[in-house]
């Protein structure tokens, strides 16, 4: 995924940046609207992230401007300012999101995702419960997982594992992003809990587990 991150402030930019780029995403970024309005007319970008607080042109007029030019860039402005009347504003100008600051990290990745998947047509609606990738069939709503039509037996925490690796849409998963999302913020980022789970999970998943591949010192992929 390619995304355009419009920031004046380094400390932010570089936390986005850094975090963005161990998911596997390729971030440009503009330390201003003008630059960013730049970089957006040159190149198409899955999500633009925006400040609104900017020097020189304001992140309402960056957003405004894109519209403008009738992009459907899909927009997420991140601000300081929650105020609710500056979140309709924003939605108002043609944002699609708002993120006020600070913000988690993994709400971040998750928003970031989302709308992505809305602006490329990919609707998760409650009818379509069932994730199938390869042999595997996983149901949401019974959470009952087959491998080539027959069912396999996870903990909880497989299962959680198992959906966060087929939602991913083979993206590199760092041990991070995996212990975050499926034990919670509050693990114990030393634990090889991930390593322990992601070898069973593989050998519950027999022949389909050796898609499941270990980048050395950077994490997981499911091919
Ligand atoms: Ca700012």
């Not at 971040?108 to 998947?117: D, G, K, N, S, T």
């Amino acid at each position: 995924m390619n995304i355009l991150l419009i920031e004046d402030e380094g400390r932010v930019a570089d936390f986005v940046r850094r975090g963005l780029a161990a998911e596997g995403w390729s971030v440009d970024h503009a330390a201003n609207g003008e630059d960013g309005l730049e970089l957006a007319a040159q190149n198409s970008y899955d999500v633009v992230l925006l400040d609104l607080m900017l020097p020189g042109i304001q992140g309402q007029d960056v957003c405004r401007k894109l519209r403008a030019r009738k992009s459907k860039m899909p927009i997420m402005m991140l601000t300081a300012l929650d105020e609710p009347e500056e979140k309709v504003e924003g939605l108002k100008i043609g944002a699609d999101d708002y993120l006020p600051k600070p913000f988690d990290f993994d709400e971040l990745v998750a928003r970031v995702e989302a709308l992505h998947r809305r602006a490329t047509g990919y609707v998760t609606d409650v009818s379509d419960t069932i994730i199938t990738s390869g042999a595997i069939a996983f149901d949401r709503a019974s959470l009952e997982v087959n491998v080539a039509e027959k069912p396999i037996e996870l903990s909880k925490k497989e299962r959680d594992l198992l959906q966060l690796f087929l939602t991913s849409n083979g993206r590199v998963l760092s041990r991070e992003r995996i212990l975050n999302t499926v034990w919670g913020l509050n693990a114990d980022p030393l634990t090889n809990v991930v390593d322990v789970y992601v070898g069973r999970l593989r050998r519950k998943l027999g022949q389909e587990g050796q898609r499941i591949v270990t980048l050395r010192n950077v994490g997981y992929r499911m091919t």
